[in-house]
């Protein structure tokens, strides 16, 4: 298990450019983030302000113009693709909102298979796999199909998935989404859980109580960050105009201004 400060990823100076002359967009400006093992970042800002570009870069999925992205010590751009798949397989696992499990195999197949592609034997893929959604709380399921599990046991699977075997950062985009609040509360729990236990997250949400689940939130504008806050600041900030007024200035709280 990682040690509780270790560094899991560290961004620098990041630039991020995407399309080319009219259609050239700056998607993400000069980003500084660090995410230490046992933390977990919310990531939230408007439309098209480069949250999705942030979690690509993060997970080594591209690489940034110019600034450096480091993914348990390692320096993604300095990697050509063949040792930065190797990388992302080994250190990076995802969460997205509509689950992305194989509907023809069982949780506990959904999440042992990354293992076994990492060439560990099936039993002891097995094994981890196992242990994985009992960490989430769903070890009673291991071999039921997607199809008959609900919404948040199925986003628990994938959040097994996403950490089993060595892997420490986990980049969640908008998990909560397709579930009502209640389940969505009980899948930020099961995340939270896995991240104490030594894991590092990303999460980009639209939600406050969603993120009020993080250590801190970062606020993305224009591909800049343009504001970074302690969880209770971000809560209370937004209820009590902290920031502005009737909240956030990018995320005001309806009604707020009657
Ligand atoms: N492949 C691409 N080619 C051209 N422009 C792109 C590309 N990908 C992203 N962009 C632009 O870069 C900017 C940042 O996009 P990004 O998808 O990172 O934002 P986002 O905050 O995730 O948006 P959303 O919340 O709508 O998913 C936007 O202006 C977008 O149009």
Redesign the pocket.
């Known amino acids: 298990m990682t040690a509780p400060e270790e560094v899991v990823l560290r961004m620098d100076r990041v630039c991020r450019t ?2 080319q002359g009219q ?1 050239r ?1 700056d ?1 993400l400006r000069f980003v500084n983030l660090t995410v230490r093992a046992g933390e977990l970042v919310a990531v939230m ?1 408007p ?8 979690l690509n870069l993060a997970g080594g999925l591209d690489t940034p113009d110019s600034g450096t992205v480091q993914v348990m010590g390692q320096q993604i751009s300095t990697l050509d693709q063949t040792a930065r798949a190797g990388l992302r397989r080994r250190a990076v696992g995802y969460v997205f909102q509509d689950f992305n499990l194989i509907p023809a195999l069982t949780a506990a197949e959904n999440v042992s298979l990354p293992r076994e592609l990492d060439g560990v034997g099936l039993r002891a893929a097995r094994n981890e796999a196992l242990a994985a959604l009992d960490d989430v709380g769903i070890g009673d399921l291991a071999d039921r199909f997607p199809d008959d599990m609900s919404g948040g046991q199925r986003q628990r699977v994938a959040i097994a998935r996403a950490l089993v075997g060595p892997r420490r950062l986990v980049l969640a985009d908008e998990p909560t989404g397709a579930l009502d609040s209640t389940t969505g509360e009980e899948v930020m729990a099961a995340l939270r859980g896995r991240i104490d236990a030594g894991a590092a997250g990303l999460l980009v949400t639209h939600e406050p109580r969603f993120a009020a689940w993080a250590d801190r939130t970062i606020f ?1 504008r224009d ?1 800049r960050v343009v504001d970074s806050t302690g969880t209770d600041l971000t809560l209370a900030s937004l209820l009590v105009g902290g920031h502005a007024e009737g909240g956030h200035p990018d995320f005001p709280i309806p009604g707020a201004d009657r």
Request: hydrophobic share 30%.
């Open positions: 995407h399309g259609f967009v998607a800002g439309s098209g302000s480069g949250k999705s570009t942030l993305l591909g």
